[in-house]
């Protein structure tokens, strides 16, 4: 406000100078006419184009290559499944009519592609079970370097229900990549899965126990991200998992991470067992008492005390309206009703008119036998029960007593898992057209990256290039969540209304604020000219007099100069 007030009284000063030098009465600037100039100067600048600007860059595609040794890479700009090899499997306990794994899959471009040339792994059928599988350059071990698997997804019709994860099938003699099912031991699993609102990020590792030698699957814990938008938005994501030596891992979408921990700490169920379990043939005492309050045993039931007096009783007090008609029903069969011609009294018995409220009831406090409104019964005490104490025989709750777990290990190396030699898509999905890019398995982070933006990079840059500006966007949020309507009018439209009332009232001050100085101005030198011509008159009004005296006195024998003769 004092800004306003400030800006105001420049202007009015500024312009009263100007007045003033010119030394002649002008006409009143229009300072609305001027600001309107300016701005439409303003917005006629923003609204011509820069014709040196230059235009939006266009984003070529090139393949990726490892920028160092990997273990495994593929961007699939070869155009063929070369390498890959599709399962023949079938699933155990499963229909015949879905239990082959005879979805299908090709190597083509997204259906949308901002990239021509760049294409990838695309599950073409929905409603069918699909593997496909190869082998890594050479097999990873766990040992002193990181692992580090990275890929790209994008759901482009949406996800209904399906998955998007990796398995890294591990290295046994046994393993058939042309026999690839949902049986076959794997080491991690890691990617994207959905099914009804349920939207996950898995990433599971198979922990082999040193005593028993037996797999268990140990499931990192959820994200406390939001994973919806990965799945519906129709983007392109990055995936990554980091496992490190020291048994920490980290999980990345786009690059950002989404979920982190350790190995040892954060999973379920925990890779070491319990040092102690509860005894299995523990049993509790007949005599053990859980109970920490008892009914006092010696306390007694009072003589006064009267069990069987109601709850409720008549009010005594009560009397009945006026005008009760204690002769009319509440209700009456309807008159007007009449008996469907299809009635058959054998069938379906006498036939009686529906019951309507009595017309005469609706003048009247109220129809039928009255009775006395029910009030609670000041003696009610109900039944009479002890009351309770501390329970002096309490011994808690009882637990069955601990012992040593048989089974218990420690190993505090769980990152040391089982070798892994292929990697592999086994999915069921209710979508189809879900396409994969850009798989890589490497131990430095360094080329990871180097491929993230060599490949993802260049998605993420013609997905810029080709997006709505901020406007649009807003409008595309606002339309999948409506309340975001109310937000942008608290945020963005108000200001704006605010914005422009604050200058139009502005303006209109400074308008009417110049106006009233110029006048008062005018009116001043006005005043001022008659104020002289005032002074002027009453000067010449004091001489008059003073002549005449002197005129007087000249003429006065006195002053007459004697005659010469």
Same mark, same amino acid.
């Given at each position: 406000? &004092?800004?306003k007030?400030?800006?105001?009284?420049?202007?009015?000063?500024?312009?009263?100078?100007?007045?003033?030098?010119?030394?002649?009465d002008?006409?009143?600037?229009?300072?609305e006419?001027?600001?309107?100039?300016?701005?439409?100067?303003?917005?006629?600048?923003?609204?011509?184009?820069?014709?040196?600007?230059?235009?939006?860059?266009?984003?070529?595609?090139?393949?990726?290559?490892?920028?160092?040794?990997?273990y495994?890479?593929?961007?699939?700009?070869?155009?063929?499944?070369?390498?890959?090899?599709?399962?023949?499997?079938k699933?155990?306990?499963?229909?015949?009519?879905?239990?082959?794994?005879?979805g299908?899959?090709?190597?083509?471009e997204?259906?949308e592609?901002?990239?021509?040339?760049?294409?990838?792994?695309?599950?073409?059928?929905? @409603?069918?079970?699909?593997?496909?599988?190869?082998?890594?350059?050479?097999?990873?071990?766990f040992?002193?370097?990181?692992l580090?698997?990275q890929?790209?997804? /994008?759901?482009?019709?949406?996800?209904?229900c399906?998955?998007?994860?990796?398995?890294?099938?591990?290295?046994?003699p046994?393993?058939?990549?042309?026999?690839?099912?949902?049986?076959?031991?794997?080491?991690?699993?890691?990617?994207?899965?959905?099914?009804?609102?349920?939207?996950?990020?898995?990433?599971?590792?198979?922990?082999? *126990?040193?005593?028993t030698?037996?797999? &268990?699957?140990?499931? @990192?814990?959820?994200?406390?991200?939001?994973?919806?938008?990965?799945?519906?938005?129709?983007?392109?994501?990055?995936?990554?998992?980091?496992?490190?030596?020291? /048994?920490?891992?980290?999980?990345?979408?786009?690059?950002?991470?989404?979920?982190?921990?350790?190995?040892?700490?954060?999973?379920?169920?925990?890779?070491?067992?319990?040092?102690e379990?509860?005894?299995?043939?523990?049993?509790?005492?007949?005599?053990?008492?859980?109970?920490?309050?008892?009914?006092?045993?010696?306390?007694?039931?009072?003589?006064?005390?009267?069990?069987?007096a109601?709850?409720?009783? !008549?009010?005594?007090?009560?009397?009945?309206?006026?005008?009760?008609?204690?002769?009319? !029903?509440?209700?009456?069969?309807?008159?007007?009703?009449?008996?469907?011609?299809?009635?058959?009294?054998?069938?379906?018995?006498?036939?009686?008119?529906?019951?309507?409220?009595? !017309?005469?009831?609706?003048?009247?406090?109220?129809?039928?036998?009255?009775?006395?409104?029910?009030?609670?019964?000041?003696?009610?005490?109900?039944?009479?029960?002890?009351?309770?104490?501390?329970?002096?025989?309490?011994?808690?709750?009882?637990?069955?007593?601990?012992?040593? /777990?048989?089974?218990?290990?420690?190993d505090l190396?769980?990152?040391?898992?089982?070798?892994?030699s @292929?990697?592999?898509?086994?999915?069921?999905?209710?979508?189809? #057209?879900?396409?994969f890019?850009?798989?890589?398995?490497?131990?430095?982070?360094?080329?990871?990256? #180097?491929?993230?933006? #060599?490949?993802?990079?260049?998605?993420?840059? @013609?997905?810029?290039?080709?997006?709505?500006?901020?406007?649009?966007?807003?409008i595309?949020?606002?339309?999948?969540? !409506?309340?975001?309507?109310?937000?942008y009018?608290?945020?963005?439209?108000?200001?704006?209304?605010?914005?422009?009332?604050f200058?139009?009232?502005?303006?209109v001050?400074?308008?009417?604020?110049?106006?009233?100085?110029?006048?008062?101005?005018?009116?001043?030198?006005?005043?001022?000219v008659?104020?002289?011509? #005032?002074?002027?008159?009453?000067?010449?009004?004091?001489?008059?007099?003073?002549?005449?005296?002197?005129?007087?006195? *000249?003429?006065?024998p006195?002053?007459?100069?004697?005659?010469?003769?």
């Amino acid at each position: 406000m &004092e800004g306003k007030w400030l800006l105001c009284m420049l202007l009015v000063l500024g312009t009263a100078l100007v007045q003033a030098h010119d030394g002649h009465d002008d006409d009143v600037i229009d300072i609305e006419d001027d600001l309107d100039d300016v701005i439409e100067e303003v917005e006629d600048s923003k609204s011509k184009p820069d014709a040196s600007s230059p235009p939006s860059p266009k984003v070529t595609y090139k393949a990726p290559v490892p920028t160092g040794e990997v273990y495994f890479a593929d961007s699939f700009d070869r155009g063929t499944l070369s390498g890959w090899i599709l399962s023949r499997a079938k699933k155990d306990d499963t229909d015949d009519e879905i239990a082959k794994y005879d979805g299908k899959w090709e190597v083509d471009e997204m259906k949308e592609s901002k990239l021509p040339g760049d294409k990838g792994l695309v599950l073409m059928s929905r @409603a069918k079970h699909h593997a496909i599988s190869t082998k890594l350059n050479k097999p990873f071990i766990f040992d002193t370097k990181p692992l580090i698997v990275q890929y790209e997804v /994008n759901f482009q019709n949406g996800i209904e229900c399906g998955g998007a994860y990796v398995k890294l099938l591990s290295k046994t003699p046994e393993l058939n990549l042309d026999q690839f099912h949902d049986k076959t031991p794997y080491t991690i699993m890691f990617g994207p899965d959905k099914c009804g609102e349920d939207y996950k990020l898995h990433f599971i590792f198979r922990h082999k *126990n040193p005593k028993t030698g037996v797999y &268990e699957e140990k499931h @990192a814990k959820r994200p406390d991200a939001d994973l919806k938008t990965y799945f519906t938005d129709k983007k392109t994501h990055l995936y990554t998992l980091i496992l490190n030596p020291d /048994n920490s891992f980290e999980i990345l979408v786009d690059q950002s991470v989404v979920n982190s921990g350790n190995l040892l700490h954060d999973m379920t169920p925990p890779v070491n067992p319990s040092r102690e379990i509860e005894d299995p043939e523990d049993r509790k005492p007949e005599d053990w008492d859980e109970r920490p309050k008892i009914p006092d045993p010696d306390a007694v039931k009072p003589d006064d005390w009267d069990e069987d007096a109601p709850a409720k009783i !008549p009010d005594e007090e009560a009397t009945k309206p006026e005008g009760w008609l204690d002769d009319e !029903p509440e209700y009456v069969p309807d008159p007007d009703a009449e008996r469907p011609e299809d009635w058959d009294e054998d069938m379906d018995g006498e036939w009686e008119a529906p019951q309507i409220a009595n !017309p005469k009831c609706e003048s009247a406090p109220g129809c039928g036998v009255w009775q006395r409104p029910m009030i609670d019964n000041p003696n009610y005490k109900g039944r009479w029960k002890p009351p309770m104490i501390d329970n002096p025989n309490y011994q808690g709750i009882w637990k069955p007593r601990k012992i040593p /777990n048989p089974d218990f290990f420690e190993d505090l190396e769980p990152f040391k898992m089982t070798p892994f030699s @292929a990697i592999g898509l086994e999915l069921w999905s209710m979508t189809s #057209d879900i396409f994969f890019d850009n798989f890589i398995v490497c131990g430095d982070r360094r080329v990871v990256d #180097d491929w993230a933006n #060599d490949g993802w990079g260049l998605k993420k840059a @013609a997905d810029g290039a080709s997006e709505p500006g901020v406007v649009g966007q807003m409008i595309e949020a606002a339309e999948e969540r !409506p309340w975001l309507w109310v937000v942008y009018i608290l945020t963005v439209a108000l200001p704006v209304f605010l914005v422009i009332l604050f200058c139009c009232s502005g303006k209109v001050f400074l308008c009417s604020s110049s106006l009233f100085y110029f006048d008062f101005l005018e009116e001043k030198q006005k005043s001022d000219v008659e104020e002289d011509g #005032d002074t002027v008159s009453q000067e010449e009004d004091d001489r008059k007099p003073k002549a005449e005296e002197d005129e007087i006195l *000249n003429r006065s024998p006195r002053n007459r100069k004697p005659r010469r003769e």
